[in-house]
């Protein structure tokens, strides 16, 4: 029996589980700061997963922490359509990166229940461990173990600034799972997620269909000196690692400047360094940054000048150099067939509706490596993200969660 | 009676002394982490205070902790001559700086006794708290109390990077003394100290006199934006304050480098930034650096072109900006009288000597400012200072000590 033409997400319902989130991990006025595996994320995990029980899912954890709740299909052998995102947040986050879509999924598994639509593959509803990167480096860690990007034992050495690993904070918050990951093959992954740019919100459309990502490039650079006094230490002996890190971000800014017309962006993202103290010059700096542009070509130069900028601190600084960690991300990712169901859905819905490239990093980029992926953007206040003043309202995100929802089923019922 | 002409400070006895304060607060080979209030710093208090009652001095801690260990004259109640310099060390600190000062004065005090000498002003010798200011920002806080540059309430609201401020710290470690600074006024102040700088060494003299400080000009400055997205948010509305922090301290080592012909020193020494995270753009940024030239003109546009750099790299990354403190010191600060009577002192004592301005801060530049004061440099191996590898040896130390040795008696028996 195909769903009802009817058949619409309940807002409220959604909007309640999206309140109750917000109470868990309170950051500045009106955000969050739930860190991937602290008190607050065990916390929603918890509470997510008891959500999920009650909607007789059945739970799975993995090794890296993804928690998977399974709806059982009409046949169950078959590869599962699998929907989610991420319930951790940047330490000044919002209310809506990443839990829309997996409250969004619980909300289109609540609604089929509602209707008593059982889909004729089995669903996966899935809330990915450290998606942002905001305390264990890099982002996307547990889609990126799921997905075979990385290696489990390299996920759990990621450390935080205390110098914990993922894998003591996975066994401290009880979220080290002994379960496989849902078996491959997936039949599909959909990600219901706020845009987190103005575009959608300033030109009045309901909806984006995510075509592809801005090209990323991201790096983690290490440069080493020595330490020696402020004072008389002449320029020429000086070996400043923290004066290489800040040339190194420097010039990723003036990067970003240069690409800006074009839409291209640059970020000088973290520095750290030791003994980062007045009256010594530091010996050892570690710098976070990454460039990011539409046009694929664009991005390879921002990325290939981003590193010889790094080289050239290095070189100034007399420091040496070492580059600790390369992620790239974005492109045409995402399968024709996919972006073609959720852009028909919208339409057929009679949602204003565009094509979008999604510029910042998601788990839906892990996962298109192997399964048919799409991602669905609804609009937020001025595009205003990673900052407690994030805001979609009930009335930006329910035409996306109506096409997650339609556009879920009709995968599965194929 | 005066002092005998053969009269040496005991240079082994000296270094054993050295050797045990180099037991205390091991950091890397060879060197100290002897941080302000830190656990060692009070286990080498103890010790010190401890010789300093071995000797018959009377000993008196001030609400800044700073250590007066008093020996009595033979006119108690003319102003005393002081002598001394810091315990506390960087963070990868050496064993010399400032302990050779403190030390050296303690042995000056033994060598007296055991020739039976007494004075005829009394000698005071002193251990300042936080000269560094390696853990509590910024250095010479607590000679800046004694001199009235600093008020005490504010010396100890001074927090460190764990948030805890040296008025808590100084309870913790009992050393929130209670006595009164010692009467003003002083009669002289004398600091032996290692040159931190390669000059003696390469040149091959034995005893530095001082006859000034490089003019110099240090800095807090604390950025303010906002965060956002390190991907969509785009590059004309960010307010990066991380990014104004490297910018600053990319145009302070410049700076550096212009001046550099000339000897002119600049030194991007310290950057802390929030959420300092991937993914997020930082909202909060604090910059320490400092300018330091020979010539008073020059170090005077330095110091006006960091600031000016410091408004530029707000204005080019949209934050709001405040400087949070700024100290200067430098410049012909000692007393003639006191110049000439150490420079006599070790010319007279057949040693190779040169005036020799110093580049780095001390606590004498603030007790200069109310007493007649003098310094007096011995050579470290290659100038290396603040580091591990930081030498002096006997040879290099004995010359000064004796200089300190007698001029301390030239001045105290006048």
Not at 95 to 105: N, S
Not at 186 to 207: K, M, N, S, T, W
Not at 361 to 388: E, Q, V, W
Request: net charge negative; glycine share 12%; hydrophobic share 40%.
């Amino acid at each position: 029996m195909p769903l009802p033409a009817s058949a619409r997400v309940d807002i409220e319902r959604f909007w309640t589980t999206i309140e109750r989130s917000g109470e868990i991990g309170v950051g500045r006025p009106g955000g969050l700061s739930r860190l991937a595996l602290g008190d607050a994320d065990k916390e929603i995990r918890d509470l997510f997963v008891a959500w999920c029980r009650e909607a007789g899912l059945t739970v799975r954890i993995d090794a890296i922490g993804n928690i998977f709740a399974r709806r059982a299909g009409q046949d169950d052998t078959l590869p599962p359509v699998m929907m989610g995102s991420h319930l951790d947040t940047q330490v000044n986050g919002g209310r809506f990166d990443g839990i829309a879509g997996v409250l969004g999924g619980l909300e289109v598994i609540r609604t089929l229940d509602a209707i008593g639509h059982r889909t004729r593959r089995p669903l996966e509803l899935v809330n990915w461990t450290n998606e942002e990167g905001g305390r264990f480096s890099p982002p996307m860690v547990g889609s990126g173990v799921f997905t075979g990007v990385y290696t489990l034992d390299w996920a759990q050495e990621r450390r935080d600034d205390d110098g914990k690993s993922m894998g003591e904070e996975l066994q401290r918050v009880s979220y080290a799972g002994e379960a496989q990951a849902a078996p491959p093959p997936l039949d599909a992954y959909f990600e219901f997620h706020i845009e987190q740019g103005p575009i959608l919100d300033r030109e009045g459309f309901q909806v984006g269909v995510v075509t592809g990502g801005y090209a990323s490039t991201g790096t983690i650079v290490e440069f080493r000196g020595e330490t020696a006094h402020t004072g008389p230490w002449p320029m020429e002996k000086r070996r400043n690692a923290l004066a290489a890190g800040a040339r190194l971000l420097t010039a990723v800014d003036d990067l970003g400047w240069e690409f800006a017309g074009s839409g291209g962006k640059a970020t000088a993202a973290r520095l750290v360094a030791w003994p980062n103290k007045p009256g010594i010059i530091s010996d050892w700096a570690q710098v976070t940054c990454d460039v990011r542009h539409a046009d694929p070509e664009a991005a390879a130069v921002m990325a290939e000048r981003m590193l010889r900028a790094a080289h050239e601190a290095a070189a100034r600084a007399s420091c040496g150099i070492e580059i600790l960690d390369t992620w790239r991300w974005g492109g045409k990712v995402f399968a024709e067939e996919m972006i073609g169901l959720v852009r028909e859905t919208s339409l057929a819905l009679g949602y204003r509706t565009r094509d979008i490239l999604s510029q910042a990093g998601h788990d839906a980029y892990f996962l298109a490596r192997d399964t048919p992926s799409a991602m669905i953007f609804a609009p937020c206040k001025n595009g205003i993200t990673h900052n407690n003043n994030e805001l979609s309202t009930r009335e930006d995100l329910e035409p996306g969660l109506n096409v997650l929802l339609r556009a879920v089923v009709a995968r599965a019922d194929r």
